[in-house]
C-alpha cells in the first residue's frame, strides 16, 4: 500500500471511529488526510470502498501476525491456537473495530455487508482448519461445527464480561475456556454434522494449477516490490537482498518453505509501518498464503 492510499485510510479510520462512519463526509476525509478531492477518487470510488479498504488492512494484519505466531511450532499446539485466535482480539482492539462495527451495523448496503460476510466465512474457514490441525485429520467433517461452537462461546463470553464490567477475566482466560469446553465434543462427536464445510466455501479449483496460479502472482508482486525499494532506498539494502532471496527461491521448481519462512519472518521485522513502501503487507501476506497452499497440499498426499 503506497503512502498516500495509506494516509488517506488512516485519516478515514480516525474519522469512523471519533464521528461514525454515516457521519463522515468525504470532504471530512479530504480536510483530514488534507487531500484534494480528485486524490481520494484515485484511490477510491466512494466512502464504502474506503471502509473496506480499512477492514481488509486489519484483516492482512492479523493473518501476517498469526503466520509470525506458529512460525517453528508444531501445528497441533494448541497454545498456538489460542494465542492466533488472541492477536485477532489484540488487532481489533489495537484498531478500535469494535467502535467501528458499531457504526456500521445498521448499514443496508449490500456489497458492504457482501464484503463483512466474506471475512466472517474466511475466520470461519481459518478456525476450522486450525481446529482440524489440533485435534487430528479424523475431526475434519466436524470442523465447522466446532469453530461455531468454539468462536460463538468466545464471542458472548467477552460480551458478557463487557457488559459486567469484569476486568479479572482476560481474553485470553476466556479464549482457553472456550477451547477447553469444545474438547469433550470434539472426542464424543455424533456422526451428525450441522455446518458442512461446503456451506462456507466455493468449489475449490484444482489444487495444482491454484498453487501454480499463486507462485507467478507472488513471484510477480515480490519483483515489482524490489524495484520500488531499488527506487527508494537504494540498490544492495538488508530488505533489497531478502527479496531477491525470495524470488530465487520461489522460481525454484521446489522452494525451501523453511528457508522462505525464516527470510519472510526477517524481512517483516524490518519493515517500518511509517514508511511503508509499496504494498509490502499484501505481499507478505500472499507470500504467507503460498506457503500455506503448498503446505496443505504436501499434508494431502
Not at 470510488?45 to 494484519?61: D, G, H, Q, R
Not at 489460542?82 to 456489497?111: P, W
Not at 460476510?117 to 475431526?139: D, I, Y
Request: aromatic share 6%.
Amino acid at each position: 500500500m503506497n503512502r498516500k492510499k495509506k494516509q488517506i485510510i488512516n485519516a478515514a479510520h480516525r474519522l469512523f471511529i471519533e464521528k461514525g462512519f454515516v457521519a463522515t463526509s468525504i470532504q471530512d476525509i479530504l480536510d483530514e488526510a488534507e487531500i484534494a478531492k480528485g486524490t481520494f477518487y484515485n484511490y477510491f470510488t466512494s466512502k464504502n470502498e474506503c471502509l473496506m479498504a480499512i477492514l481488509e488492512f486489519v484483516y492482512e494484519e492479523t493473518n501476517q501476525k498469526r503466520n509470525e505466531i506458529a512460525h517453528g511450532k508444531n501445528i497441533n499446539d494448541e497454545k498456538v491456537l489460542a494465542e492466533q485466535i488472541a492477536i485477532r482480539m489484540d488487532t481489533n482492539r489495537k484498531h478500535s473495530m469494535m467502535a467501528l462495527f458499531s457504526s456500521i451495523s445498521l448499514l443496508d448496503d449490500e456489497d458492504l455487508q457482501a464484503f463483512i460476510g466474506k471475512q466472517h466465512r474466511r475466520e470461519l474457514q481459518w478456525v476450522a482448519k486450525r481446529l482440524k490441525e489440533v485435534n487430528g485429520a479424523n475431526t475434519e467433517r466436524f470442523a465447522l461445527d466446532h469453530a461455531v461452537i468454539l468462536l460463538g462461546t468466545i464471542h458472548h463470553a467477552v460480551h458478557l464480561l463487557k457488559i459486567n464490567e469484569n476486568k479479572e477475566i482476560t481474553p485470553r482466560k476466556v479464549i482457553q475456556f472456550a477451547i477447553d469446553s469444545i474438547k469433550p465434543i470434539v472426542k464424543g462427536h455424533s456422526q451428525e454434522v450441522l455446518f458442512h464445510a461446503d456451506m462456507i466455501s466455493n468449489v475449490p479449483e484444482d489444487i495444482g494449477e491454484n498453487i501454480m496460479s499463486l507462485k507467478i502472482q507472488t513471484i510477480s508482486q515480490l519483483e515489482t516490490l524490489l524495484k520500488e525499494v531499488n527506487k527508494r532506498e537504494g540498490n544492495h539494502t538488508k530488505k533489497g537482498e531478502y527479496l531477491q532471496f525470495l524470488i530465487g527461491e520461489l522460481e525454484m521448481e521446489k522452494p525451501r518453505l523453511f528457508l522462505v519462512e525464516s527470510v519472510l519472518m526477517s524481512l517483516s521485522k524490518i519493515v517500518d509501518e511509517r514508511e511503508v513502501i509499496g504494498n509490502e503487507r499484501q505481499v507478505f501476506q500472499l507470500l504467507w498464503t503460498f506457503i500455506e497452499k503448498i503446505k496443505e497440499a504436501e499434508a494431502e498426499k
